[in-house]
């Protein structure tokens, strides 16, 4: 196997010990901080390369969210790493019961191309502080920011405990053979599917941050100028490019007519009367991606937007109106700048057409009545929620993220990255003296001996009080 002596060479350094102190996992954290001062420029040169993205968002999602994640990380590794200790039942009570929070090896991190600098670091700010080793493997699709990612953080990190391997689909493949200690894998369910077959061979712990349809539901009673807004910035943030994006509206015929005056409204004060001109939308990473979102504008009928240009790769910022399930926009998950509108009766309709599909990686719900958003939040499941707005619970470092079901296994993001990368081993340490406690655990046994286990093992369940 081609990568097997590299990943040799990393749990070398992992069972030498050299990660787990913590100055280690500072120094090397703070080397990273330098990679995203240092190279700040170049990270926006290589986005915009890559995929036409405005330095705004570039510097907002590539720069500002991992530095937030890897300062929250430096502030907070010392009190994250002690022992956890826990309660303890009358036989131990002179002993140390705690969880150690130990790493799990070598593992290996696979990014996606919508973020390319944020869905690698992030998860690796979590693995370096957890103790690991690890290998980063960058989206091959995402080319000039691959090549920056290879070239430049060996020149930070400790190249002993971290390395980064280029590959497309077959040498991934081969690199998927090696054993690993936990894989963490951001993109599509159906390569989703492939990681985890692999991870079974080894019995291999895995998160995968997959994607899905996102439905966003807008209630009649809201501020349509403000939903319009959020909806098209979330939308179209990244040229749609994004796994959170919301990928569809549900909302009444009434709404509908309401809304299309206000998103044709919102995007020309984003993006101007030609948003192919302005400096602030985005391109489509690749021609093959292009094709398929194109192919997506059969559905419906296109309200706003539907201008394309394959030399550009653009798309225009798109609404769809009266799609219907059955159409293509509803097959897949969009992962463009294009927004399907589909008509409900009511609340209800709308919850049941969310319920009635695979749980999204993420819910959104508008409405002036927060009963209305609360009910939509407890009657449906998802892998996170965000009532009134769109995108913006990721820039929580304080909220988990990660799918459920169809969008996903597992969770991340600061503190929850580092426990995802790290093993929580059950400890206890006991008394070597005191022997005549045990005895009452020891053969011959006894009715007498289970009656006195049980007064110092069992748990009991706390009365209840009820208020007349």
């Known amino acids: 196997n081609p990568y097997a002596g590299l990943v040799n060479h990393l749990r070398a350094a992992w069972l030498s010990g050299k990660t787990r102190p913590m100055e280690y996992r500072i120094a090397q954290l703070e080397a990273l901080g330098r990679f995203l001062d240092e ?99 960058p989206s091959e699709t995402a080319k000039s920011t691959e090549r920056l990612v290879a070239e430049m953080l060996s020149c930070y990190l400790d190249n002993d405990c971290f390395a ?100 044709r409204e919102a995007i020309t004060e984003f993006f101007g009367s030609n948003p192919q001109e302005s400096p602030d939308f985005g391109r489509i990473v690749g021609d093959k991606q292009f094709r398929r979102i194109r192919a997506l504008l059969c559905s419906g009928r296109v309200a706003i937007g539907g201008q394309t240009d394959e030399k550009e790769r653009y798309v225009a910022p798109t609404v769809l109106a009266d799609v219907l399930p059955s159409d293509p926009a509803m097959q897949e998950e969009i992962f463009g700048p294009i927004l399907p509108i589909v008509v409900v009766a009511n609340m209800d309709e709308a919850i049941d057409f969310i319920n009635a599909r695979p749980q999204p990686l993420v819910v959104y719900a508008f409405s002036c009545d927060s ?42 993001h600061s503190k929850f990255t580092f426990d995802t990368f790290t093993h929580h081993r059950a400890c206890l340490h006991r008394n070597m003296g005191l022997e005549a406690l045990n005895s009452l655990r020891y053969p011959p046994y006894s009715q007498q001996k289970l009656g006195l286990l049980t007064a110092t093992f069992e748990i009991k369940r706390k009365g209840m009080c009820t208020l007349l």
């Open 39 to 137: 190279k700040k420029q170049d990270i926006l040169e290589a986005t915009a390369l890559d995929m036409g993205k405005p330095s705004f968002e570039a510097y907002f999602t590539e720069i500002l969210l991992c530095k937030n994640e890897l300062n929250n990380t430096l502030n907070n590794l010392s009190h994250w790493m002690k022992d956890e200790h826990v309660d303890k039942n009358l036989v131990t009570q002179l002993d140390s019961a705690f969880i150690r929070k130990d790493p799990y090896g070598v593992v290996l991190i696979i990014a996606p191309w919508n973020y390319p600098i944020h869905l690698f670091l992030v998860p690796l700010i979590g693995a370096i502080a957890a103790g690991n080793c690890v290998v980063v493997k």
């Open 164 to 263: 980064v391997v280029t590959a497309g689909v077959q040498e991934t493949t081969r690199l998927l053979e090696n054993k690993f200690d936990y894989i963490f894998f951001t993109g599509i369910s159906s390569v989703g599917r492939i990681i985890m077959t692999a991870a079974a061979k080894h019995l291999t712990p895995v998160t995968l941050e997959l994607g899905g349809k996102n439905p966003c539901y807008v209630s009649d009673t809201c501020d349509v100028q403000n939903v319009a807004r959020r909806v098209a910035w979330g939308r179209f943030f990244n040229a749609g490019q994004t796994c959170i994006a919301p990928d569809y509206v549900l909302c009444s015929v009434e709404m509908q007519e309401k809304l299309m005056p206000a998103l």
């Open 371 to 412: 009963k209305v958003v609360t009910q939509v939040l407890e009657r449906t499941s998802s892998g996170g929620f965000c009532g009134n707005d769109t995108l913006m619970h990721v820039t929580l470092t304080s909220l988990p993220f990660g799918g459920i079901g169809n969008s996903g296994l597992g969770k991340y």
